[in-house]
Nanobody, 112 residues
Framework: QVQLVESGGGLVQPGGSLRLSCAAS????????MRWYRQAPGKQREWVAT??????TNYADSVGRFTISRDDAKNMVYLQMNSLKPEDTAVYYC???????WGQGTQVTVSS
């Protein structure tokens, strides 16, 4: 069955960096556009970044400090987050374009 397992979150000080990972299984990863989303406390889930099958990327205006990448050989998608701000605090999720499936997410907390 489809599985998306996010990892790499944690507590980081403002200005710090984190690298999130998403391991996909049960899907033909190379045929899926992959996206990262996040949901902050009390807010709706919002789109963060996209990477297409061909490797084109697109980002929400608020996350120019982030870089999305993928490794099709490993069925992995990553989100490198630099210069983190308190407003980046959220649970981060990855999603495959062909599946209506959400994993557990990984918590990112930016606080001093």
């Amino acid at each position: 069955q489809v599985q998306l397992v996010e990892s790499g979150g944690g507590l980081v000080q403002p200005g710090g960096s984190l690298r999130l990972s998403c391991a996909a299984s049960g899907i033909i990863f190379s045929l899926n556009t992959m996206r990262w989303y996040r949901q902050a406390p009390g807010k709706q889930r919002e789109w963060v970044a996209t990477i297409t099958i061909g490797g084109r990327t697109n980002y929400a205006d608020s996350v120019g400090r982030f870089t999305i990448s993928r490794d099709d050989a490993k069925n992995m998608v990553y989100l490198q987050m630099n210069s983190l701000k308190p407003e980046d605090t959220a649970v981060y999720y990855c999603k495959a374009s062909q599946y209506d499936y959400w994993g557990q997410g990984t918590q990112v907390t930016v606080s001093s």
